[in-house]
């Protein structure tokens, strides 16, 4: 598995200079450890609204790391405004998709202030590695449900990231997904859904992500941590429902 995420990040990755969304995840700590280590030239990126759980989290396991990091602490102020363009750029009313498109927004904000070109993000572990809650309660269904349900919820994601994509590039930042190009899908895939996750009380799951971070050097704390997706660890969800 590590020379498919190898062989996913070179396919997409063409710039020397790279952003990675950082919230201090096992995914996105996996995707700056890989990019670090095949000699790309990293800044992690990380946005949040003050104290809030992404930020805290990143910073503190970037100072085992070590690399080039910026923070973006989200005006409270401007979120409206920010929020509403994004509902209007979206073609869908998929909160999610939203809140993504907000969180993404900003990290390409962030990133074209730094003179960085490109960001990439660890989409997709969570779909083909059984990293959402739903997974676990729906594991009674069988194996065959479950891929169905990843089938699913990997193309939900591509769309996504693709109409995400686009508003990134307005800002003149590219955003690429090396964990949802097609060949590193496949490789995904094929390995067996009881690998990823053991049981309807498996709170973990995407344990073959876990070892794999675990061998290539990504601190414990955070290879070992239980998911908190973007929206809901930089509180932009938590914002968003405050909004009329």
């Given amino acids: 598995m590590l020379e498919a995420a190898r062989e996913a990040v070179r396919h997409t990755i063409k710039a020397k200079q790279v952003g990675v969304a950082f919230s201090g995840g096992v995914d996105s700590t996996l995707l700056a450890k890989m990019c670090h280590d095949m000699e790309y030239d990293v800044t992690l990126l990380t946005i949040g609204f003050a104290k809030s759980h992404d930020i805290e989290s990143a910073a503190l396991i970037n100072e085992h ?7 973006h602490e989200i005006d409270p102020g401007s979120f409206s405004n920010i929020a509403d363009r994004i509902k209007k750029s979206i073609p869908s009313k998929n909160l999610s998709w939203i809140e993504n498109g907000i969180a993404f927004y900003y990290i390409a904000q962030l990133a074209r202030s730094k003179g960085i070109g490109m960001v990439a ?15 676990r309660r729906e594991y009674h269904m069988g194996e ?4 169905e349900m990843m089938d699913k919820k990997v193309q939900n994601e591509l769309d996504m990231m693709d109409a995400i994509r686009k508003i990134s590039l307005e800002l003149q930042v590219d955003l690429v997904q ?5 060949d590193f899908i496949r490789h995904a895939r094929g390995i067996p859904v009881r690998e990823k996750i053991t049981g309807p009380e498996d709170l973990y799951r995407k344990h073959p992500i876990r070892r794999l971070a675990k061998e290539m050097g990504v601190p414990e704390i955070s290879y070992a941590r239980r998911k908190k997706a973007l929206q809901y660890g930089s509180q932009i969800h938590q914002m968003l429902k405050t909004l009329p």
């Fill in 144 to 147: 065959l449900y479950l891929l």
């Fill in 178 to 182: 090396p964990f949802l190009s097609a």
């Fill in 121 to 135: 993000a660890a989409n997709g572990i969570d779909e083909l590695f059984c990293g959402y809650d739903a997974y």
């Fill in 65 to 71: 790391l070590r690399y080039t990091h910026h923070i």
